[in-house]
């Protein structure tokens, strides 16, 4: 049995160190897992704040340097980069480390990361469903990830040591998880978090262009469902960006699906169908119990959110 006292990984590489970075980085510091946390940033800035706040021992400019010698190598980048990266680092990787990923999209990250996997690494494809609309290394906090699931989806024939390794880092940073398929985590996806988000992004914009409503009535009179609309699209642009483009097919088939139940309420507000209005209502609070009974979020005020007097109201919402 392994001693509890020594670290899982003798050094990790965060390439990226923004929110959800700098998470695992406070988590993991939290249980005791990894000897050395090192990390890789676009900006000397970014690479200097995670420094001066303890998440990084060492920073580096490249994720070439930064990945040279780890035994867990975490991309922590826009769906779109996975890719780039991971043949930019490939020549570095040692033997029987893991490769892993927190993107929100699987299927394009296997396709693109896969090829450039080097023999005799370890590459399961992850996504800590978790986070909040705040980005940078100074959002991160040890806690994220408490309570929340995460997924991997590892390609057949990989090692069932390195996924069982890495599902062991999950569970000790707080999350419960669970193994799938890249297209079916995909599919699943599409409907819980990336249609939300596109929702929010376009209810945001309707609202911002319609000519009878000035900018300031919109924000100033902002009521609690627009407003946790906008927090939604506060959201990183360029994330969001890639997960559209990288899961397109899947999207839109939950956004046809959108369509036709959208059409159905149109058409019973039309005819005045209060009988058909009341029941997709009622059917739509019921799930909404049903997240709150599976400990996604609570029945609090402000949808579980704890008045934070330094940053206002922090969020708990899933990153995607």
Request: charged residues 20%.
């Amino acid at each position: 049995m392994a001693d509890p006292a020594t670290p899982l990984f003798e050094r990790i590489a965060l390439i990226g160190i923004g929110l959800i970075g700098s998470s695992i980085s406070h988590a993991a510091r939290r249980a005791n897992l990894a000897k050395t946390i090192v990390g890789s940033a676009r900006t000397p800035e970014t690479i200097a704040t995670a420094l001066k706040l303890d998440i990084i021992d060492q920073g580096y400019a490249t994720a070439r340097d930064a990945a040279s010698g780890a035994d867990l190598v975490i991309l922590c980048v826009p769906v779109g980069l996975c890719g780039p990266i991971a043949k930019e680092i490939a020549p570095v990787l040692k033997p029987g480390a893991i490769l892993t990923d927190v993107g929100s999209v699987k299927g394009s990250i296997v396709r693109d990361v896969a090829p450039h996997v080097p023999p005799g690494v370890h590459f399961v494809a992850g996504h800590p469903i978790a986070g909040t609309e705040q980005s940078g290394p100074e959002s991160g906090f040890a806690e994220l990830f408490d309570g929340r699931w995460c997924i991997l989806t590892p390609e057949a024939g990989t090692e069932t040591a390195a996924i069982e390794k890495l599902k062991t880092f999950w569970e000790k940073l707080g999350s419960h998880v669970e193994i799938m398929a890249p297209d079916h985590h995909d599919l699943v996806l599409a409907i819980t978090s990336h249609l939300p988000h596109l929702i929010a992004f376009n209810i945001v914009n309707t609202a911002a262009h319609l000519e009878r409503v000035t900018d300031s009535e919109v924000i100033k009179f902002s009521a609690g469902g627009f407003r946790d609309f906008t927090r939604i699209a506060a959201s990183d642009p360029v994330m969001w960006r890639d997960v559209f483009l990288n899961n397109k097919d899947a999207v839109l088939e939950m956004l046809g699906r959108f369509s036709e139940d959208l059409t159905a309420l149109q058409r019973a507000i039309r005819f005045g169908d209060g009988e058909t209005l009341h029941k997709l209502f009622s059917d739509a609070r019921t799930v909404r119990r049903g997240v709150i009974q599976a400990g996604q979020d609570t029945s609090a005020p402000n949808f579980g959110r704890t008045p934070d007097p330094a940053a206002g109201l922090k969020s708990g919402a899933d990153k995607a």
